[in-house]
Structures are given as C-alpha cells and as structure tokens.
C-alpha cells in the first residue's frame, strides 16, 4: 500500500510563513504529478498548487507569488513554502500524488489524511 502523511502545519499569525511537508511511503516505483489542495469550513476542495515529475510548477491565483511548491524525487517527498499568509488560507491543507507501484502499471492517485493551517489576523 501507499501512506501520504502531510505534516508543517500549525498557527501562525497573518504574514507569517510556513513549509508543509509531504511524505509518500509504501510500495513506489514512480511519482508522477504532486499536488496541494486546501479546504476552509464550509467550502469546496480547492487546488492549490502543483508540480510534475520533471518540476514544473502551476499555482492558484490565490496563492501565486507567495507559495512555493517543491519535491524530492529521491526522498519520495514534496513541500510547500506559504509565506506571506494570510487569515483567508486558513484550511485544511491535503497532499495528492500520482503513484505508480509497479513499472507497467498505472499511476494512482492517493491522498494524505490533511494538516491544519490556520492564520489569525
């Protein structure tokens, strides 16, 4: 089986920053896409950003100029910097990957159990 556990999350107050930490264990033969979402009470699951294999990057115009969205291939785990936070990314945030177990199988996608991010003005 494949585990997500996100952790980095916590209280900070507005303009503070943060890094959220996301670490894929389990059977991995590859990791295609990462990706970050967030939900606040009584909203919808947004994408907040994320980054292909190779390192590309797409980010939320929420979020765009103030998270970074990274990995380490080789440490199966992804980051995001939130700097500049703001009272309105407060949620809970979910890491997301593309998994492949085994060379020939398809990518599955699996999700963390979340880590709370909240600001205060």
């Known amino acids: 089986q494949v585990q997500l556990v996100e952790s980095g999350g916590g209280m900070v107050q507005a303009g503070g920053s943060l890094r959220l930490s996301c670490v894929a264990s389990?059977?991995?033969?590859?990791?295609?896409?990462m990706r970050w979402y967030r939900q606040a009470p009584g909203k919808q699951r947004e994408l907040v950003a994320t980054?292909?294999?190779?390192?590309?990057?797409d980010y939320a115009d929420s979020v765009k100029g103030r998270f970074t969205i990274s990995r380490d291939n080789a440490k199966n785990t992804g980051y995001l910097q939130m700097n500049s936070l703001k009272p309105e990314d407060t949620a809970v945030y979910y890491c997301?990957?593309?998994?492949?177990?085994?060379?020939?199988?398809?990518?599955?996608?699996?999700w963390g159990q979340g880590t709370q991010v909240t600001v205060s003005a």
């Open positions: 997301n990957a593309d998994v492949r177990k085994v060379l020939g199988l398809k990518f599955i996608s699996y």
């Open positions: 389990g059977t991995i033969f590859s990791i295609n896409a």
């Open positions: 980054i292909t294999s190779g390192g590309n990057t």
